[in-house]
Nanobody, 126 residues
């Protein structure tokens, strides 16, 4: 089992920045690819970003590419999502997820992830 706890969400004005953190405990964090997803009210869960357990491979959803950066610190069992130039349409609950996808694996499909956090709310005001 892997337990994931997100933090860092909040209210920010458009154009501002936030950094989300996801702390993992349980099984060896470094063996898992990590992903960030988000879900806005009335919408389906959307892929945001993913990073392989080695940290060498990262991918981003089209709506956040160039504005968000995913990173990880395996020594701290933590994955981060740096969000810059935030827009009102970025408002959502953000979830981190862990998946056993091999050393270079990563995925933008939610069903590939085995463990999920409880989510953290991000609200961007216009």
């Amino acid at each position: 089992q892997v337990q994931l706890v997100e933090s860092g969400g909040g209210l920010v004005q458009a154009g501002g920045s936030l950094r989300l953190s996801c702390a993992a405990s349980g099984r060896t964090f470094s063996n898992y690819a990590m992903g960030w997803f988000r879900q806005a009210p009335g919408k389906e869960r959307e892929f945001v970003a993913t990073i392989s357990w080695s940290g060498g491979n990262t991918y981003y959803g089209g709506s956040v590419k160039g504005r968000f950066t995913i990173s990880r610190d395996n020594a701290k069992n933590t994955v981060y999502l740096q969000m810059n130039s935030l827009k009102p349409e970025d408002t959502a609950v953000y979830y981190c997820a862990a998946g056993d996808l091999g050393p270079y694996g990563s995925s933008w499909y939610a069903h590939d992830y085995d463990y999920w956090g409880q989510g953290t709310q991000v609200t961007v005001s216009s």
